[in-house]
T-cell receptor, first 112, second 114 residues
C-alpha cells in the first residue's frame, strides 16, 4: 500500500488549459502539503493543510487552488496553465510538528 | 528566517570512497534538521533527522550526520560509497512557524564512479 499516492504521474497539456492533480495519504496524518520542484531541482512549498484547514499559502498565483475534501486528500487545481508552470509537483504529509515529511512520487507537469 | 545552504551542487566519488555532503543552516531557534534522498523519477525519502536528541544521527543505508551547533552544520557522511547511492540529496530545516513546513537546500547530486 502506497503511503502517499498522487495521480497522474505525468501530465502533458497545452497552455491555457485547466488541470488537476490528486493526492491521497493513508498514514493518518493531519497535515498535507504541495511542493513544487523546478528544473534545477529546487523544492519550494506552495500550500499546506492541517485537518482540512489551509495553514500555509506561499506566494503562489491564484490560478493555483488547493482543495482538501478530508484530511486524507489534498488536490491541486491549476487554471489557465502557463509555460512556467512546467515542473514536478510533490504531495507530502506529516504529523503536525516536527514530523518528517512523507512524499508522493511526484507529478511531472509539462505545459506546451 | 531559516535557510539552508548545501555546499557543492555536484559531488563525485569513487565506489568505496568516503561520501561527505555539506549542509549549513541558519536558524534563530534550535532547529530540526533532515536529510532526504531523491532517486531519479521518484519522490523524496527520509535518510535521517535531528530533533535535538543525540548530535550524531544514524540513518538508513549506512548514512549518518552530525549536528554541530558551533559551526551551524549538519553534514552527511557515509564511510564507503555504493553505486546505488547515486542520487540527489537534500538538506532541510523546519520553519519556525510551527506548521511543519520544511525549507530545503538546493540539493547535491552525488555521482559514484566504478
Amino acid at each position: 500500500d502506497t503511503a502517499v499516492s498522487q495521480t497522474p504521474k505525468y501530465l502533458v497539456t497545452q497552455m491555457g488549459n485547466d488541470k488537476s492533480i490528486k493526492c491521497e495519504q493513508n498514514l493518518g496524518h493531519d497535515t498535507m502539503y504541495w511542493y513544487k520542484q523546478d528544473s534545477k531541482k529546487f523544492l519550494k512549498i506552495m500550500f499546506s493543510y492541517n485537518n482540512k484547514e489551509l495553514i500555509i499559502n506561499e506566494t503562489v498565483p491564484n490560478r493555483f487552488s488547493p482543495k482538501s475534501p478530508d484530511k486524507a486528500h489534498l488536490n491541486l487545481h491549476i487554471n489557465s496553465l502557463e509555460l512556467g508552470d512546467s515542473a514536478v509537483y510533490f504531495c507530502a504529509s506529516s504529523r503536525k510538528f516536527p514530523g518528517e515529511l512523507f512524499f508522493g512520487s511526484g507529478t511531472q507537469l509539462s505545459v506546451l | 528566517a531559516q535557510s539552508v545552504t548545501q555546499l557543492g551542487s555536484h559531488v563525485s566519488v569513487s565506489e568505496g570512497a568516503l561520501v561527505l555532503l555539506r549542509c549549513n543552516y541558519s536558524s534563530s531557534v534550535p532547529p530540526y534538521l533532515f536529510w532526504y534522498v531523491q532517486y531519479p523519477n521518484q519522490g523524496l525519502q527520509l535518510l535521517l533527522k535531528y530533533t535535538s536528541a543525540a548530535t550524531l544521527v544514524k540513518g538508513i543505508n549506512g548514512f549518518e550526520a552530525e549536528f554541530k551547533k558551533s559551526e551551524t552544520s549538519f553534514h552527511l557522511t557515509k564511510p564507503s560509497a555504493h553505486m546505488s547511492d547515486a542520487a540527489e540529496y537534500f538538506c532541510a530545516v523546519t520553519d519556525t512557524s510551527n506548521t511543519g513546513k520544511l525549507i530545503f537546500g538546493q540539493g547535491t547530486t552525488l555521482q559514484v564512479k566504478p
